[in-house]
């Protein structure tokens, strides 16, 4: 997957690397130029100077060149000026016998210096490039008029390119820090040009699965409003279908509960007044059957509350969670009585009350169910000890039901709170019970965590925020 911030950089990056190396070959021929002018012109001077020391007269040439001034001429042999005299240009009279003759030497005119480059047998037998200048003077005598000189002066090519790399040296070390510096900018002007894309990237993935909210588009560019409206429109669209689907399981649950309760009622009645044992069997089984589809409606219209989409509109508070416990256990102990179970409130550690950020009747129906399930699947004579607690950092509060019975294998625990399914087949439950209890914590920003109770038994905890900033903190 490419990145954009990536492909930005490298389309805005590229170029800039492009145009530096394409500023320093430029650069390279420019000092290079530079180099061979500033060589040039040394060498028509030195040209001139030793011009200077020849000098015609009747008898011929008198050549006037000391030997200091050749010795400063030879005295670097890394930079070792080499020179030529020859009349008729080609007859040696001075210097060094090894310059080659300057190209096309037919058509050069008098008194105009001519630069070319050559190569040049060295003291090690290495053949080494030189830049040579040519200069060809005219002279005459009593004895030989209109007489031609040719004047050579030379010198190692590698100080020219020595010059020429130190002038792009030079050059591109401040070019080099701007390519840097302007490369910092456009990273840093990329970054913050893509920063609303992705905070609303993350705002996105940060969501909860119940949260439908339209997405904020204050701070979106205008290059970002189509997408975010596209996606709220997609949100809106998710939040009807799943209004309408509540609405739908809500109303189909209110329309069979009235029946449902008459048809309890007037099997209860029946069950009174029939005296046939088989026909109380039949009725018993109609009443059962009643019983099990009340309680069947009753979990999906408190599905439907607690499912996606109705999460945002809960009112929620704070609720002690101390005495939740305590009020619920009290109401639910003469039904532990009737099932032989023994259910209680675990002695608080502390006096602090216990509380979260939640939607009590939600939170009371969770519980309930779990209290519910502990006494319909753990057997008589069972333990039940229901205790609430809050973390040692403060942020979370724990619920806990803990039961001795038969609990529950390790490879059904991912699967029981799915709809639907159920771990056992003892029992007339419709398999929704831990699946409404993980809807309504999951839509507090909750954990419901299932462990081990030693040495049987199972222990179910609701781990849930103390406050609405945890809350949101966990959303995030």
């Given at each position: 997957?490419?990145?954009?911030?990536?492909?930005?950089?490298?389309?805005?990056?590229?170029?800039?690397?492009?145009?530096?190396?394409?500023?320093?070959?430029?650069?390279?021929?420019?000092?290079?130029?530079?180099?061979?002018?500033?060589?040039?012109?040394?060498?028509?001077?030195?040209?001139?100077?030793?011009?200077?020391?020849?000098?015609?007269?009747?008898?011929?040439?008198?050549?006037?060149?000391?030997?200091?001034?050749?010795?400063?001429?030879?005295?670097?042999?890394?930079?070792?000026?080499?020179?030529?005299?020859?009349?008729?240009?080609?007859?040696?009279?001075?210097?060094?016998?090894?310059?080659?003759?300057?190209?096309?030497?037919?058509?050069?005119?008098?008194?105009?210096?001519?630069?070319?480059?050559?190569?040049?047998?060295?003291?090690?037998?290495?053949?080494?490039?030189?830049?040579?200048?040519?200069?060809?003077?005219?002279?005459?005598?009593?004895?030989?008029?209109?007489?031609?000189?040719?004047?050579?002066?030379?010198?190692?090519?590698?100080?020219?390119?020595?010059?020429?790399?130190?002038?792009?040296?030079?050059?591109?070390?401040?070019?080099?820090?701007?390519?840097?510096?302007?490369?910092?900018?456009?990273?840093?002007?990329?970054?913050?040009?893509?920063?609303?894309?992705?905070?609303?990237?993350?705002?996105?993935?940060?969501?909860?699965?119940?949260?439908?909210?339209?997405?904020?588009?204050?701070?979106?560019?205008?290059?970002?409003?189509?997408?975010?409206?596209?996606?709220?429109?997609?949100?809106?669209?998710?939040?009807?279908?799943?209004?309408?689907?509540?609405?739908?399981?809500?109303?189909?649950?209110?329309?069979?509960?009235?029946?449902?309760?008459?048809?309890?009622?007037?099997?209860?009645?029946?069950?009174?007044?029939?005296?046939?044992?088989?026909?109380?069997?039949?009725?018993?089984?109609?009443?059962?059957?009643?019983?099990?589809?009340?309680?069947?409606?009753?979990?999906?219209?408190?599905?439907?509350?607690?499912?996606?989409?109705?999460?945002?509109?809960?009112?929620?508070?704070?609720?002690?969670?101390?005495?939740?416990?305590?009020?619920?256990?009290?109401?639910?102990?003469?039904?532990?009585?009737?099932?032989?179970?023994?259910?209680?409130?675990a002695e608080a550690t502390t006096t602090a009350p216990v509380l979260v950020y939640a939607n009590a009747p939600l939170l009371r129906e969770a519980l309930s169910n779990l209290i519910d399930n502990a006494l319909h699947y753990a057997g008589e004579q069972?333990?039940?000890?229901?205790?609430?607690?809050?973390?040692?950092?403060?942020?979370?509060?724990?619920?806990?039901?803990?039961?001795?019975?038969?609990?529950?294998?390790?490879?059904?625990?991912?699967?029981?709170?799915?709809?639907?399914?159920?771990?056992?087949?003892?029992?007339?439950?419709?398999?929704?019970?831990?699946?409404?209890?993980?809807?309504?914590?999951?839509?507090?920003?909750?954990?419901?965590?299932?462990?081990?109770?030693?040495?049987?038994?199972?222990?179910?905890?609701?781990?849930?925020?103390?406050?609405?900033?945890?809350?949101?903190?966990?959303?995030?």
């Open positions: 997957m490419v990145s954009l911030q990536r492909k930005l950089l490298l389309w805005l990056l590229l170029p800039q690397l492009i145009l530096w190396l394409a500023g320093g070959m430029v650069t390279y021929r420019l000092a290079a130029g530079y180099a061979n002018r500033a060589i040039d012109a040394s060498l028509v001077q030195s040209s001139r100077a030793l011009l200077r020391q020849v000098k015609p007269i009747e008898q011929g040439l008198l050549i006037d060149f000391p030997r200091a001034a050749q010795e400063i001429l030879e005295a670097d042999p890394q930079d070792r000026v080499m020179y030529t005299v020859s009349t008729p240009p080609g007859r040696f009279i001075l210097g060094n016998n090894q310059l080659p003759a300057p190209p096309g030497a037919a058509s050069h005119k008098l008194d105009t210096p001519y630069f070319y480059d050559g190569e040049v047998a060295g003291d090690d037998g290495k053949r080494k490039a030189m830049r040579i200048a040519a200069l060809y003077v005219a002279y005459g005598g009593v004895a030989e008029p209109d007489q031609t000189m040719l004047v050579q002066v030379a010198r190692s090519s590698a100080n020219q390119q020595e010059l020429a790399r130190a002038i792009l040296a030079d050059t591109l070390l401040p070019l080099s820090l701007l390519v840097m510096a302007m490369s910092l900018i456009v990273w840093a002007g990329v970054k913050a040009g893509l920063a609303p894309l992705a905070r609303l990237r993350r705002e996105v993935e940060q969501r909860a699965p119940n949260d439908l909210t339209p997405l904020k588009l204050d701070l979106a560019p205008v290059e970002l409003h189509s997408l975010a409206n596209a996606l709220n429109q997609l949100l809106e669209s998710v939040r009807s279908q799943v209004g309408a689907q509540q609405r739908f399981i809500g109303d189909a649950a209110h329309q069979l509960r009235t029946p449902l309760a008459g048809l309890k009622g007037q099997t209860k009645l029946a069950l009174e007044a029939a005296s046939d044992e088989a026909q109380r069997k039949r009725l018993t089984l109609v009443h059962q059957s009643a019983v099990r589809s009340a309680h069947l409606v009753s979990q999906l219209l408190l599905l439907a509350r607690a499912e996606p989409g109705a999460g945002p509109t809960l009112q929620r508070s704070e609720v002690d969670l101390t005495r939740l416990v305590q009020e619920l256990v009290a109401q639910m102990v003469p039904r532990a009585l009737r099932s032989g179970a023994d259910l209680g409130v069972a333990e039940i000890t229901v205790s609430a607690e809050t973390e040692a950092d403060g942020r979370y509060a724990l619920l806990k039901v803990i039961d001795n019975g038969p609990g529950i294998a390790a490879a059904d625990r991912a699967r029981v709170f799915e709809r639907f399914v159920r771990a056992t087949s003892q029992g007339d439950g419709c398999g929704l019970g831990l699946a409404i209890v993980k809807e309504i914590v999951e839509s507090h920003h909750g954990r419901v965590l299932l462990s081990d109770n030693q040495p049987h038994g199972l222990i179910i905890t609701l781990r849930l925020p103390v406050s609405a900033a945890v809350a949101q903190g966990s959303e995030a």
